[in-house]
């Protein structure tokens, strides 16, 4: 009787309520800030109401925690870098949700969103793949799911802006 309770209350914690999908440890929701930004960057980030200067906000520091990873990864301080990475992964993912989230009365500032976040991550593309070679095998299997979300986002956007969601074809669909 013990165990099913204990297994019942288990799968309650384990699983969304909201996606039958189970979580992996460390997992955010999409729609939220990273965790690991400091005060100031959040700040920073929440102190913009319109989208479109949160949504620079939000690039602006992705850009900086990226750059902050590539000078940790020189240095061979790879736990750093790779917290980075998941802080910069963290925040694109972020950034696309919440222009995902504008009401359709918003649509112009919504594909203006998409557009600076799908260059955003192009001109980051170089860096990110320098990044990648220059830590070691171990560290570089943990990202490498983050990277691969933030070129799907930039799929999407690129998706969404060209043909309404209907011009690339993904496995997602």
């Known amino acids: ?9 288990l799968s309650f914690i384990t ?5 039958p999908h189970l ?9 939220a800030l990273p965790r690991e930004l400091t005060e100031t960057e959040t700040q920073k980030i929440l102190r913009e109401d319109s989208p479109r200067p ?7 520091i992705s850009d ?8 940790f990864a020189e240095e ?3 736990k750093s870098a790779a917290q980075d990475v998941d802080v910069y992964a963290a925040l694109i993912v972020y950034a696309d949700a919440y222009t995902r989230k504008l009401p359709s009365s918003q649509i112009k500032d919504r594909n203006t969103c998409l557009k600076k976040i799908e260059q955003a991550i192009f001109k980051q593309s170089r860096t990110v793949d320098a990044l990648l070679r220059q830590f070691p095998v171990d560290y570089r299997e943990g990202m490498e799911p983050k990277i691969d979300q933030v070129k799907q986002t930039r799929i999407r956007a690129v998706n969404d802006l060209l043909g309404g969601g209907k011009i690339i074809k993904t496995s997602d669909e």
Do not use: C
């Open 64 to 71: 900086t925690r990226l750059a902050s990873a590539l000078k």
């Open 1 to 9: 009787m013990w165990k099913l309770i204990l297994i019942m209350s």
């Open 76 to 78: 061979s301080q790879y």
């Open 23 to 31: 979580k992996m440890p460390g997992e955010r929701q999409p729609n």
């Open 15 to 19: 699983f969304d309520p909201q996606s």
């Open 54 to 60: 949160h949504v620079d906000a939000t690039l602006k």
